[in-house]
């Protein structure tokens, strides 16, 4: 690697996070967050769109199953809080339910999708309260001080949770709790273990989006950061790991290789790879344990018939503490 010296306080998370990524002494890695671009959030809704990737068509039936009851355990003057809010999609199907809601605060760190829901929501809920906020959902945060004292449920849909290792799942459900507050609520989808040949293909599409998704990262670093990566040269490949209950999203070395990011320089051997994203999957019960250790009471859970997908509610019950 180059020896010239990079001032890492003088840039941006997405840099910093492919340098240290790639840098690495065993496995090069970078985290998964960064697969959402502009391009990467247009990938991704077509992949939704596939028949291989049955996680949102499930949570979607789940929720317009069940909106009703989910949305029954919220007093009137509630605040609905949503952690990666996105398009807010799937969050009009329990604002349609809901009686006498207070607002709505949309939580993402993309504030062209905060506009945009902003927008579409005006026009289809006009009476409804929204208060967008432009933050990361995994960092410490505080709601708006017009709503922080008004009953609140969190909304988390996606399996996004599956994204986060266990450790990182119960810290981030522990600083969602301190977020909500005591007796708050959290309504959550979580992507349920099952055979590989249902999950495996659900990352890695007969189509190719999954692999045009995950490359895109590649084409991301050329642009923003000066790199020189062939994305041809990389393969996609989507495994399960069977000790850590995880999907594993690889990118491939097709041949041995250099790559500059920044002034410095990368080597890969044939057949290396980048870790590009996890997606861990739960049973109920493990589900559960888990969030009790996060400070949560699991309450209720809803399913679809064949068991592939579940949507949590979780109690709050754990006094607010100091950040």
Not at 130 to 145: I, N, T
Request: with cysteine; charged share 20%.
């Amino acid at each position: 690697m180059s020896a010239e010296p990079l001032d890492f306080n003088k840039l941006d998370a997405f840099a910093v996070d492919v340098l240290a990524g790639l840098g690495a002494p065993k496995q090069k890695s970078i985290p998964c967050h960064h697969l959402y671009d502009a391009r990467g959030n247009e990938l991704f809704e077509a992949i939704i769109e596939q028949p291989e990737y049955y996680l949102s068509r499930t949570e979607i039936g789940i929720l317009e199953a069940h909106a009703a009851d989910i949305v029954a355990g919220m007093p009137p003057g509630s605040v609905l809080v949503e952690f990666g809010s996105g398009s807010s999609w799937k969050t009009e199907i329990l604002l349609d339910a809901v009686v006498r809601l207070a607002a709505y605060v949309p939580i993402d760190v993309s504030a062209s999708a905060l506009a945009g829901a902003r927008h579409r929501l005006a026009a289809r809920f006009p009476g409804l309260r929204v208060e967008p906020l432009l933050s990361d959902f995994r960092h410490p945060l505080q709601l708006p001080a017009e709503v922080a004292t008004l009953p609140r449920t969190g909304f988390f849909p996606g399996s996004t949770i599956g994204n986060f290792s266990p450790d990182e799942a119960k810290k981030l459900l522990g600083s969602m709790a301190n977020v909500l507050g005591t007796g708050s609520r959290l309504i959550i989808g979580v992507d349920l273990l099952k055979s590989p040949k249902i999950m495996v293909p659900a990352y890695d599409d007969a189509a190719g989006f999954g692999a045009i998704f995950i490359r895109n990262l590649l084409m991301r670093a050329n642009r923003e950061l000066g790199a020189d990566f062939d994305p041809d040269a990389f393969y996609h490949e989507a495994r399960f790991n069977e000790v850590e209950n995880r999907i594993e999203v690889h990118l491939v070395s097709k041949r041995a290789q250099i790559a500059h990011v920044l002034g410095r320089s990368f080597a890969f051997q044939p057949g290396e790879t980048i870790h590009m994203q996890n997606s861990y999957k739960h049973t109920v019960k493990g589900f559960q344990a888990l969030t009790r250790e996060a400070g949560w009471t699991p309450h209720r859970v809803w399913t679809d018939n064949a068991g592939l997908f579940s949507v949590h509610e979780l109690i709050n019950r754990t006094p607010k503490t100091t950040v």
